[in-house]
């Protein structure tokens, strides 16, 4: 018979006996033994036919809480045990250069040019003799993967030392991004990612010239672009797998070359020009010299033809004190108004025009901060350009799904959002587009002179 039958019985048989009639509490107290009892034995019942259960490898391990020192010792020890592990099983310099030997020895001829090639037969070959560090290099899919049109089914050796290079590096990089991984989760908060960076710094020859009381502001500086573009729910923390995924490591590696071009330098956001330019534009706008910008200061940026009502949009929706922007807030506002092609930056635009929070832009607010450009261009003495007019090209470039709404995949998906923001935000920006075939003509006619001469 069923437990839950026999319980309800139980309850339900009067008593009979020759005490008197058992209180509320007593029955109650009854009813919880008898629910305890039966419920056990059905419980236990189960087990037996449960037993495979047992077999279930453990999948959760709860991390040790702040005051199991020893359990969090322990783990920490045992992450550092683990990636010393990996980094071991990485080809050396002296296993690498092996490799380069094995493959040069047995180039499958004739060359293309000057590029020496390999089929697939003495791809094998090198793959047997290399070593079981390179064993996985030497797959089936890795030579299918740079396959290209070589008539003789061949793949480029250079082709091949590159790809085994590039993945040493990744791994290399993540065992030593992962050391500074202090949860050990797999991503990094902006304190592990400012000590990985400082650590660097010394190992960069570019920023040998950096004076070590500017560390800070520089480590400041190069950590705001790793989370301003990969942290875009604003969360405190990045994966490390993104961090490898994008191309800022790369940008910032770079430093160690130490014969990287000027020009190369002013295009690296990490570069000592780029940071001290970034630093330097800050503290001129810093006109008080309290280390902070107020809305006044921070609207002689750029060309100072930012309009009002986009900067009260600013000082509204970022992280002020005191009604002032620190030098993480202002890093976040160049990184976005130098980046207007980006998906972050756009995010991060769309945000400030949408004033109703409804998460698309209409003709209200178009026109909210259109007509500011219009008041500055009456300032400057140029005549308004209508409203229509301009509301119907940026509906024409954005091409938005909901013809009376533009959301911010519209923006993204359109190719044109750098345009459009530049549009609403920025006298100078307008007139540029404005006069833009007048300036693309001007450019021609310098170009035809040049040539002349």
């Known amino acids: 018979m069923d437990w839950k039958e026999i319980l309800r019985r139980r309850i339900a048989t009067p008593n009979t006996g020759p005490n008197k009639k058992k209180s509320e509490q007593e029955l109650k107290d009854e009813e919880m033994d008898l629910f305890t009892k039966y419920y056990s034995e059905w419980k236990g019942g189960r087990k037996n036919t449960n037993e495979f259960y047992k077999t279930i490898p453990r999948f959760y391990y709860r991390l040790p809480a702040e005051d199991e020192v020893l359990l969090q010792k322990l783990r920490e020890e045992s992450r550092a045990v683990f990636l010393q592990r990996k980094s071991r099983e990485l080809l050396d310099n002296e296993e690498l250069q092996n490799l380069w030997f094995l493959l040069d020895k047995h180039q499958t001829p004739p060359m293309i040019g000057e590029e020496a090639m390999i089929n697939y037969e003495n791809f094998l070959k090198v793959g047997e003799k290399a070593g079981p560090k390179c064993k996985q290099f030497f797959a089936a899919k890795v030579f299918a993967k740079l396959l290209h ?3 003789y089914g061949r793949i480029s050796i250079m082709q091949f030392f590159n790809y085994v290079m590039r993945k040493v590096w990744l791994h290399q990089t993540r065992i030593g991004l992962s050391l500074y991984d202090v949860a050990g989760q797999g991503y990094l908060r902006e304190s592990d990612l400012e000590n990985y960076i400082l650590e660097l710094i010394p190992t960069l020859p570019q920023l040998d010239g950096l004076e070590k009381s500017f560390y800070s502001f520089y480590v400041c500086t190069a950590v705001r672009k790793f989370f301003f573009f990969l942290d875009p729910l604003r969360t405190g923390k990045i994966k490390i797998q993104d961090i490898l995924a994008c191309s800022f490591l790369d940008d910032l ?8 071009s000027k020009e190369s330098q002013e295009t690296n956001w990490f570069s000592a020009p780029s940071a001290l330019r970034v630093y ?3 503290l001129n706008l810093d006109k008080d010299h309290n280390g902070m910008l107020s809305k006044e200061e921070l609207s002689r940026y750029g060309t100072a033809t930012m309009t009002n009502v986009f900067l009260d949009r600013v000082f509204q929706e970022c992280l002020t004190y005191d009604g002032e922007m620190d030098y993480k807030t202002y890093l976040d506002f160049v990184l976005a108004l ?11 635009i769309f945000k400030l025009l949408d004033i109703e929070n409804k998460g698309y832009l209409n ?8 007509r500011a450009i219009q008041e500055l261009m009456k300032i400057h003495g140029q005549d308004p350009v209508s409203f229509q007019d301009v509301k119907d090209e940026i509906f024409d470039m954005v091409k938005p799904k909901d013809p009376l709404k533009i959301s911010l995949q519209d923006l993204i998906n359109s190719n044109q959002g750098d345009t459009v923001t530049t549009i609403l935000i920025d006298l100078n920006g307008f007139w540029t587009y404005e006069n833009r ?5 001007n450019d021609n006619e310098n170009s035809a002179d040049l040539d002349d001469t």
């Not at 130098?338 to 991060?348: D, G, I, S, V």
Request: overall charge negative; aromatic content about 16%; glycine content about 2%.
């Open 363 to 370: 003709v209200f607010s178009l026109n909210y901060f259109f």
């Open 338 to 348: 130098e980046n207007r092609k980006e998906p972050a930056a756009l995010q991060y």
């Open 253 to 260: 590696l770079e430093l160690r070359d130490e014969e990287l």
């Open 149 to 151: 049109t070589d008539s």
């Open 437 to 441: 075939e007048a300036l693309v003509a």
């Open 280 to 282: 330097g534009q800050y």
